[in-house]
């Protein structure tokens, strides 16, 4: 299956970048389009971030405790949904 890439998306006007707090998620966890996946840090608050996707974690590329720019990927999500969504998608690689 194909790996969609979870993004930082912009929250507010002026945002640029966020504190990861915490994942809601483990690695291997089945997470569904819309759910709470983590909890990031702004200037003015801490605010859930929706997966973008339905599908299982796979990997998560920002810590928490850690800071992301808007934009930045955050994890990658194995999704059946990716291949005929138009969601951006890396190719599958072995691991």
Known sequence: MPLV???????????????????????????????????????????EIEAIATGRLMQILVQADSQAAVGDQVAWIESAEAAG??????PRTPE
């Open 5 to 47: 890439a979870q993004e930082i998306p912009k929250v507010g006007l002026v945002m640029e970048a966020v504190k990861v707090v915490r994942w809601l998620k483990n690695v291997g966890d089945s997470v569904a389009a819309g759910e709470p996946l983590l909890e990031v840090e702004t200037e003015k608050s801490v605010v």
């Open 85 to 90: 969504a138009g969601i951006s998608a890396a």
